[in-house]
């Protein structure tokens, strides 16, 4: 039988390497850097597959069209297309009450970003439209800028009636829409779609769900069909309810009646659907039935003239023309566009992400932009507001067979069918039909709540981040919470860093090695030496002090003729310079690289192992070699190298040599980095590197012995740059 893991002793045989022996021996060869106008030379040329390349880059629908087996996918798509295109429709409509412009907006929203995705899109299965969290980020501005003023606007000396003011707000919404889309644009130029990593996933669980509820606020109002202000900023969320709760005696029985089954009806059927989906083959299109059974419902029983139900009222046939944006207001609605720009990025990508990993294909972010980019300044172009996409939209175009964008496009038709042919039978139809849907599909956001206590359990800091996320996007609303949230994130981030950050020591008779597990930059360098100095057991600049006090006393004695110089406790030797502060000026810097500075002789030498012949405590240092561990450390700034360098010198002044294994010194730590670690006055640099920890240890072990805590001349520095920790 072969023995036990624990049982097997094995030996290596090999030559103790340097790190320059080693890459010598093996012949190690260096990549030549490229000069600038070589990379530039080389970035501008060009052939004719690098040309193609580009082009599908930029136009993926050139490479994956070309591959498109219709015979095999094309029915799929279909039906995939038509099922989707009757939520697209009824969810654009419900959306543009979220925006607070007409519903025939919404029909505009969910038709125009289609055309442009299936273009430059990088995701097969997302369905491209309005999205309730930016359709609300957009409405907020439109109500501070065009508020209600229940149903006449005074502006410019002139009287608004209500349909001048759906088209003061329409443009508003455009405006911002193309807004957003520059950023997006511009965002995609810059290739800085990695920005979005920023956004965690407890701070994006924690924004939704706070949008969640302002959905849910906002369309009480329609449900009850109640009058309330325009509020927009902090506690706005508030101040509507209040506004409710006061009207709530003026509530329409009809509207609340049609809302509320609505919401019983769609949730329920979604929940049963979902539950039996491995006997249901394609979802059940609740939303078309219930809108369709709701419409004719209200025009059999003419719900809007006996009852006096609110309903969506005309929409007219076709498209309206080409409406430039009003460049005016860009600077007004500077600040939510670029939040609105981040968000709607960040959930459709966050969407394509789920899928392409689920079906094995990649997305790209910054094409993601430049599609999403170009889908808004198109869309804005043409009355239309903010495009992204909905889980639950792209979940039925996903799960009724869709393959490709190819089903969108057929969405896109039955949508375009709608807005030419089919829009006036939907006139009759309550606006409290459309907030029902509305918030029945608000239920996958409310349930990330049940998310918490998980994460609780996982991470404290996710879930701190999670709720102070959700608090300020609640109080403060969407665009300052979503700003307050990611400072939190940040700070959150670094307090981490500089409070928690792991430090681990191994102890070996004379020998710590102290490891960092994070990178030393300003914010957590202080207390890296605190925790240093806690883990050695002593304070190194305390110890220079007393010894230097305990010299001073010893040569005093001496000098009296009370104290004779012996072999075994006081001999000759040259003191170890001034007394160390703890941080050194950039005076003394200075005269440290002019040779400046100088301490005068001392002739003494003291065992500081044994007793002294004077009355100074001097705190006892049981160490002869202190080792860095550094192989976590993947970045230093200026204040973490120059404090480095003033605690490598105070423990070289006491007699404790330093070695930091573990960094590479040609990448992670150049020379100029190690040139100010080590001052030429003081110190001598000693350039050895080892290929692992044993070899530093049996190195400092013969170099250093235990015994050796001794003044003896003055000590040079052994700065070790050891490879492989």
């Given at each position: 039988?072969?023995?036990?893991?624990?049982?097997?002793?094995y030996?290596?045989?090999r030559?103790?390497?340097s790190?320059?022996?080693?890459e010598?021996?093996?012949?190690?060869?260096?990549?030549a850097?490229?000069?600038?106008r070589?990379?530039?030379?080389?970035?501008?040329?060009c052939?004719?597959?690098?040309?193609?390349r580009?082009?599908?880059?930029h136009?993926?629908v050139?490479?994956?069209?070309s591959?498109?087996?219709?015979?095999?996918?094309?029915?799929?798509?279909?039906i995939?297309?038509?099922?989707?295109?009757?939520?697209c429709?009824?969810?654009?409509?419900?959306y543009a009450?979220?925006?607070s412009?007409?519903p025939v907006?919404?029909l505009y929203?969910?038709?125009?970003?289609?055309l442009?995705y299936?273009?430059?899109?990088?995701?097969?299965?997302?369905?491209v439209?309005?999205?309730?969290?930016?359709?609300?980020?957009?409405g907020?501005?439109?109500?501070?800028?065009?508020?209600?003023?229940?149903t006449?606007?005074a502006?410019?000396?002139?009287?608004l009636?209500?349909?001048?003011l759906?088209?003061?707000?329409i443009?508003v919404?455009?405006?911002?829409?193309?807004?957003?889309?520059?950023?997006?644009?511009?965002?995609?130029?810059l290739?800085?779609g990695f920005l979005?990593?920023?956004?965690?996933?407890?701070?994006?669980?924690?924004?939704?769900?706070?949008?969640a509820?302002?959905v849910?606020?906002s369309?009480?109002s329609i449900?009850?069909?109640?009058?309330?202000g325009?509020y927009?900023?902090?506690?706005?969320?508030?101040?509507?309810?209040?506004?409710?709760?006061?009207?709530i005696?003026?509530t329409?029985?009809a509207?609340?009646?049609?809302?509320?089954?609505?919401?019983?009806?769609?949730?329920?059927v979604?929940?049963v659907?979902?539950?039996?989906?491995?006997?249901?083959?394609?979802p059940i299109?609740?939303?078309?039935?219930v809108?369709?059974l709701?419409?004719g419902?209200s025009?059999?029983?003419?719900?809007?003239?006996?009852?006096?139900a609110?309903i969506?009222?005309e929409?007219?046939m076709?498209?309206?023309?080409?409406?430039?944006?009003?460049?005016?207001?860009?600077w007004?609605?500077?600040?939510p566009?670029?939040s609105?720009?981040i968000?709607?990025?960040?959930?459709?990508v966050s969407?394509?992400?789920?899928?392409?990993s689920?079906?094995?294909?990649?997305?790209n972010?910054?094409?993601?932009?430049?599609?999403?980019?170009?889908s808004?300044?198109?869309?804005?172009?043409?009355?239309?507001?903010?495009s992204?996409?909905?889980?639950?939209?792209?979940?039925?175009?996903?799960?009724?067979?869709?393959k490709?964008q190819?089903?969108?496009?057929?969405?896109?038709?039955?949508?375009?069918i709608v807005?030419?042919?089919?829009?006036n039978l939907?006139e009759?139809?309550q606006?409290?039909v459309l907030?029902?849907?509305?918030i029945?599909?608000?239920?996958?956001?409310f349930l990330?709540?049940?998310?918490?206590?998980?994460?609780?359990?996982k991470?404290g800091?996710?879930?701190?981040?999670?709720?102070?996320?959700?608090?300020?996007?609640v109080?403060?609303?969407?665009d300052?919470?979503?700003?307050?949230?990611?400072?939190?994130?940040?700070?959150?981030?670094?307090?981490?860093?500089?409070f928690?950050?792991?430090f681990?020591l191994?102890?070996v008779?004379?020998?710590?090695?102290?490891?960092?597990?994070?990178?030393?930059?300003?914010a957590?360098?202080d207390?890296?030496?605190?925790?240093l100095r806690?883990?050695?057991?002593?304070?190194a600049?305390?110890?220079?002090?007393?010894r230097t006090?305990?010299?001073?006393?010893i040569?005093?004695?001496i000098k009296?003729g009370t104290?004779?110089?012996?072999?075994?406790?006081?001999?000759?030797?040259?003191?170890?310079?001034?007394d160390?502060e703890g941080f050194?000026?950039d005076?003394?810097l200075?005269l440290?690289?002019r040779?400046g500075?100088?301490?005068?002789v001392v002739?003494?030498?003291?065992?500081w192992a044994?007793?002294?012949?004077?009355r100074?405590?001097?705190?006892?240092?049981?160490?002869?070699s202190?080792v860095?561990?550094f192989?976590?450390?993947?970045?230093?700034?200026v204040?973490a190298?120059?404090?480095?360098?003033?605690v490598?010198?105070?423990f070289?002044?006491?007699?404790?040599?330093?070695?930091?294994?573990?960094?590479?010194?040609?990448?992670?730590?150049?020379?100029?980095i190690?040139?100010?670690l080590?001052s030429k006055?003081?110190?001598?640099?000693?350039?050895?590197?080892?290929?692992?920890?044993h070899?530093?240890?049996?190195?400092t072990?013969?170099?250093?012995?235990?015994?050796h805590?001794?003044f003896?001349g003055?000590v040079?520095?052994?700065?070790v740059?050891?490879?492989?920790?």
């Amino acid at each position: 039988m072969s023995p036990e893991p624990s049982d097997t002793l094995y030996s290596i045989s090999r030559p103790v390497y340097s790190t320059p022996t080693f890459e010598h021996d093996h012949e190690r060869q260096e990549r030549a850097p490229q000069s600038l106008r070589e990379r530039f030379v080389n970035s501008c040329r060009c052939s004719g597959k690098g040309a193609l390349r580009v082009l599908k880059s930029h136009f993926p629908v050139i490479d994956w069209l070309s591959k498109y087996p219709a015979k095999e996918w094309f029915i799929s798509d279909l039906i995939s297309g038509v099922s989707t295109g009757l939520v697209c429709s009824l969810q654009g409509m419900a959306y543009a009450l979220l925006v607070s412009v007409a519903p025939v907006y919404g029909l505009y929203s969910a038709f125009f970003p289609i055309l442009t995705y299936f273009l430059l899109g990088t995701s097969r299965h997302i369905s491209v439209g309005p999205f309730p969290v930016t359709c609300l980020m957009v409405g907020s501005v439109v109500l501070t800028l065009v508020p209600n003023n229940p149903t006449l606007l005074a502006l410019n000396g002139t009287v608004l009636n209500d349909t001048d003011l759906q088209a003061k707000r329409i443009v508003v919404a455009s405006t911002m829409t193309v807004l957003v889309g520059l950023f997006q644009l511009a965002m995609g130029f810059l290739q800085v779609g990695f920005l979005v990593r920023y956004l965690s996933e407890p701070l994006v669980g924690g924004f939704t769900t706070a949008a969640a509820m302002h959905v849910f606020v906002s369309q009480i109002s329609i449900i009850l069909s109640v009058s309330t202000g325009s509020y927009n900023g902090p506690f706005s969320m508030f101040k509507t309810l209040s506004d409710v709760f006061s009207n709530i005696h003026l509530t329409n029985i009809a509207d609340l009646v049609a809302g509320l089954l609505t919401i019983v009806v769609v949730v329920t059927v979604k929940e049963v659907s979902a539950r039996f989906q491995h006997k249901i083959s394609i979802p059940i299109p609740i939303e078309v039935l219930v809108t369709m059974l709701a419409a004719g419902i209200s025009y059999a029983a003419d719900l809007h003239s006996i009852y006096g139900a609110s309903i969506v009222s005309e929409i007219p046939m076709g498209f309206i023309p080409v409406q430039p944006p009003n460049t005016e207001l860009f600077w007004d609605i500077l600040g939510p566009s670029l939040s609105t720009a981040i968000v709607g990025y960040a959930v459709a990508v966050s969407v394509a992400k789920v899928y392409a990993s689920k079906y094995d294909y990649t997305i790209n972010g910054n094409q993601e932009l430049l599609a999403f980019g170009v889908s808004n300044i198109f869309c804005g172009f043409f009355s239309s507001f903010v495009s992204s996409t909905a889980l639950s939209r792209t979940a039925v175009q996903e799960s009724t067979g869709g393959k490709t964008q190819v089903a969108g496009i057929v969405s896109a038709v039955l949508v375009m069918i709608v807005i030419l042919a089919l829009g006036n039978l939907l006139e009759p139809l309550q606006k409290s039909v459309l907030a029902g849907i509305v918030i029945a599909n608000l239920k996958g956001m409310f349930l990330q709540m049940t998310e918490v206590p998980s994460l609780w359990r996982k991470n404290g800091t996710d879930c701190y981040i999670w709720i102070a996320t959700f608090v300020a996007c609640v109080v403060l609303g969407l665009d300052v919470g979503l700003l307050a949230g990611l400072g939190f994130e940040m700070w959150m981030t670094v307090a981490y860093i500089y409070f928690f950050c792991p430090f681990q020591l191994t102890e070996v008779p004379g020998i710590k090695i102290f490891k960092c597990n994070s990178p030393l930059y300003f914010a957590n360098i202080d207390y890296f030496k605190e925790s240093l100095r806690n883990i050695v057991g002593f304070d190194a600049v305390r110890v220079f002090k007393k010894r230097t006090k305990a010299l001073k006393k010893i040569r005093k004695v001496i000098k009296k003729g009370t104290l004779k110089p012996s072999g075994d406790s006081v001999v000759s030797v040259v003191s170890l310079g001034l007394d160390n502060e703890g941080f050194e000026s950039d005076r003394d810097l200075e005269l440290e690289k002019r040779g400046g500075g100088q301490d005068p002789v001392v002739d003494v030498k003291v065992d500081w192992a044994l007793e002294l012949p004077v009355r100074v405590s001097v705190p006892r240092v049981h160490i002869h070699s202190l080792v860095l561990d550094f192989s976590a450390v993947s970045f230093l700034d200026v204040v973490a190298v120059k404090s480095l360098r003033l605690v490598i010198k105070e423990f070289v002044r006491i007699g404790v040599s330093v070695y930091i294994a573990g960094c590479d010194g040609k990448y992670c730590w150049p020379q100029s980095i190690v040139y100010h670690l080590v001052s030429k006055s003081h110190t001598q640099y000693v350039s050895m590197g080892f290929d692992s920890p044993h070899l530093t240890l049996l190195y400092t072990r013969k170099k250093l012995p235990l015994t050796h805590n001794t003044f003896q001349g003055r000590v040079s520095l052994r700065l070790v740059l050891v490879q492989g920790w």
